[in-house]
């Protein structure tokens, strides 16, 4: 079933609402089911590289962040993701007005999960593929939850 | 000799100074030679994850700009670099008042140049690596350098 | 069109016919069309770690080595393909009987081309993904074509 | 102390000399230390690839099992290492008469170490990096252990 339970589906969201970084880079969360998330954002001017393409930087925090939220999605309350290593491809220069980014889990693990994400950046009606990412996270059990 | 000209140091400096992603998060040029620089910037809370620790995309960003500014190093005046793809593994929790990175070319090349990147944390007195990347860049002719 | 002209199937054939290290880990090729192709081997125990399962370095060649092949059926005559880098995720321990190697381009190039490889491992009646491949590849004037 | 108690040497050597795929392969070990592995191999014609270089197959396997040689220095009896993944970076044409890896561990850790391989080309007297590798390994209870 394409859905995950409410208690879920808020910790997914806290993930992106709660991450300063993210919130500095504008991205918003846009969904998630069980082992994938969507996120994106409004490229703005603070996004870009000296020769006016979205920043590397940019894509691969995009990549991470959402592949992160996707683990997230098959996890234990009381667990938490960690981000062990990624690996990213740059395919197309990230020229648009928008990126999208769509992570899906292709190994969920107890201990590990691996995470492939996509970046789309749409440029007027066409959306293209700009970067892709396998990202291997560490699932792990926090210790400071009840610290808030 | 472990010096670069003075038309080329203007050029890497600038790969920093016109890129406003990394004006955005405040990252300076700290220095370069032939195959080698270093940047770094000051933690700031815009800079973090939900859990306090600086932002994966963070160490990214830093290890991917400085890998091509060291690669920009040993490029002849109108061609440029351009990232392909990035591994970074993520050592330790990124936590401290600031990041250093130092990027080294481990193979130059007419078409590729692979580089690694180095991110070092400095808490209190104590810096320790925290991230270290690999990075392939393509060596290009800037068709676009006339328009500047 | 999922299909190549004789003389690119020919070459892509060639690519595991004539390589030594494929015939001595007795890769077979399957089949190809534009931007894929297939490979598969027997397992036996010389392909083996000592644990008994099929070694990291086994999955790692099917998925380098079928990448090429699906790279090299977009490339043109006198062209050839050569590995830039490649990272490999073993997902899942590599036992069966048989290995299948599926590669498809994600992005073809002038000079550069990413191809994602799957490793399947057939135990039985059960074929399951035990890891998962992404391979740069650099697209060259083959200099020594006419010395064979 | 750059030296390893007995019962570890002896463990390490036997990850060479008891997996299948490394006889076939010819691969020697050459010695460790805390942290450290090395291991080696003369080129056969079987190691190559269609154009008469080693194929990155063979760089791949001797990059990753030697980084798990590493890895296995500085596990505790009882525990085992498994490749999670691993990323490299082919840099110089595979030729010469035969390979060298040296593999270092660059951050152990209870449940992951993250390992350096770099894989040498001897050519007559010269000696020139071929390829590095990042290698992610886990570190596990070796459940099978009495049945060995």
Redesign the interface.
């Known amino acids: 079933m394409d859905a995950v339970d409410s208690e879920r589906l808020q910790r997914v969201e806290?993930?992106f609402r709660?991450?300063?970084?993210?919130?500095?880079?504008g991205v918003k969360f846009l969904g998630c089911g069980p082992g994938w998330c969507e996120s994106g954002l409004q490229v703005q001017?603070?996004?870009?590289?000296?020769?006016r393409l979205v920043?590397?930087?940019?894509l691969?925090?995009?990549a991470?962040?959402t592949a992160g939220a996707a683990a997230g999605t098959l996890i234990a309350p009381g667990e938490?993701v960690?981000?062990?290593?990624?690996?990213?491809?740059?395919?197309?220069p990230g020229k648009g007005q928008s990126l999208r980014a769509r992570a899906q889990v292709?190994?969920p693990g107890r201990?590990?999960s691996?995470v492939e994400s996509e970046v789309f950046a749409k440029d007027g009606e066409q959306e293209s593929?700009v970067a892709?990412a396998?990202v291997?996270l560490?699932v792990l059990a926090d210790f400071?939850e009840d610290a808030g």
Do not use: C, M, S, W
């Open positions: 806290a993930i709660k991450a300063p970084f993210l919130e500095n880079l001017n603070y996004h870009k590289q000296q020769n920043h590397a930087g940019v691969a925090t995009l991470d962040h938490i960690l981000t062990v290593e990624f690996k990213i491809n740059l395919l197309r292709l190994k201990r590990l691996v593929l892709k396998t291997t560490a400071k």
